[in-house]
């Protein structure tokens, strides 16, 4: 009897940056837990950001039953991927396996992610300092990725994550590099949006940036700017910047 042929495919730069695009950009997210009462798996839907150096991040209240879930055991699984028109599944969707490390309240890391999570969920504000929410981060173990139809790649916590020596300093800068860009340019998100999505859209900014790119939202929608390869340096932020830049239309 032959072998069956593998459905999956060489995991090549174009599935990479579409992993990232795809749960960097996620505002939301299914997540799968298990219950610890019960032990099956138990799905909810949380709010997504991502931290300075691309690690997927939640706020839960600690009544929810996936808080307690991750509590008592840390794996978890998140799908990112919106369909649109048609069939659902023609369209692409990232299955993230996660290991969930909860962050300390008055960390360090926990101020940064405080802001960036705002940033991109600013209505959190009215509960995200709730003693009973906390953050937590999800470490990417290993993800499956499905492009559509014929198109199955499986991916490593390397291809996910941003590893890059400047993650600190665009941390501690990050506020004032996005000063910086919009005083340069103040057009640079409208502009950025419409070459990604193909409409003008209205008040696009930007509500995060990280050594592999840049998110900019409007209202509900938010999309992912990646550069064409990791910046060591903060030089190197603003230089993949101004390259793409110049290589979007005008308005």
Same mark, same amino acid.
């Given at each position: 009897?032959?072998?069956?042929?593998?459905?999956?495919?060489?995991?090549?730069?174009?599935?990479?940056?579409?992993?990232?695009?795809?749960?960097?950009?996620?505002?939301?997210?299914?997540?799968?837990?298990?219950?610890?009462?019960?032990?099956?798996?138990?799905?909810?839907?949380?709010?997504?950001?991502?931290?300075?150096?691309?690690?997927?991040?939640?706020?839960?209240?600690?009544?929810?039953?996936?808080?307690?879930?991750?509590?008592?055991?840390?794996?978890?699984?998140?799908?990112?991927?919106?369909?649109?028109?048609?069939?659902?599944?023609?369209?692409?969707?990232?299955?993230?396996?996660?290991? $969930?490390?909860? *962050?300390?309240?008055?960390? @360090? =890391?926990?101020?940064?992610?405080? +802001? !960036?999570?705002?940033?991109?969920?600013? &209505?959190?504000?009215?509960?995200?300092?709730?003693?009973?929410?906390?953050?937590?981060?999800?470490?990417?173990?290993?993800?499956?990725?499905?492009?559509?139809?014929?198109?199955?790649?499986?991916?490593?916590?390397?291809?996910?994550?941003?590893?890059?020596?400047?993650?600190?300093?665009?941390?501690?800068?990050? $506020?004032?590099? *996005?000063?910086?860009?919009? @005083? =340069?340019?103040?057009?640079?998100? +409208? !502009?950025?949006?419409?070459?990604?999505? &193909?409409?003008?859209?209205?008040?696009?900014?930007?509500?995060?940036?990280?050594?592999?790119?840049?998110?900019?939202?409007?209202?509900?929608?938010?999309?992912?700017?990646?550069?064409?390869?990791?910046?060591?340096?903060?030089?190197?932020?603003?230089?993949?910047?101004?390259?793409?830049?110049?290589?979007?239309?005008?308005?």
């Amino acid at each position: 009897m032959k072998d069956q042929a593998s459905v999956l495919r060489d995991t090549d730069d174009d599935a990479r940056k579409l992993a990232r695009v795809l749960l960097r950009s996620a505002r939301y997210a299914a997540i799968a837990v298990l219950d610890p009462e019960t032990g099956f798996p138990f799905s909810s839907r949380v709010l997504l950001g991502t931290d300075i150096d691309g690690v997927p991040v939640i706020l839960v209240s600690g009544l929810s039953t996936h808080t307690r879930a991750l509590l008592a055991d840390q794996r978890a699984s998140l799908l990112t991927g919106e369909p649109g028109k048609g069939d659902p599944l023609a369209y692409a969707r990232l299955s993230t396996q996660c290991i $969930a490390e909860p *962050v300390e309240r008055y960390s @360090a =890391a926990h101020d940064r992610i405080r +802001t !960036r999570f705002l940033s991109r969920h600013p &209505k959190a504000k009215l509960y995200v300092d709730f003693p009973d929410f906390r953050f937590f981060r999800l470490l990417p173990q290993t993800a499956s990725l499905n492009g559509g139809f014929g198109r199955a790649y499986i991916l490593q916590a390397d291809d996910l994550t941003i590893r890059s020596p400047a993650n600190e300093a665009l941390s501690e800068r990050a $506020a004032a590099v *996005v000063r910086d860009l919009i @005083a =340069a340019d103040p057009e640079l998100p +409208t !502009r950025t949006a419409r070459a990604l999505k &193909k409409h003008n859209g209205t008040d696009w900014y930007i509500c995060g940036i990280d050594c592999a790119g840049f998110d900019v939202i409007s209202g509900d929608s938010l999309l992912r700017q990646e550069f064409s390869e990791i910046a060591l340096t903060l030089d190197a932020v603003y230089s993949h910047i101004s390259n793409i830049k110049y290589s979007i239309p005008e308005i």
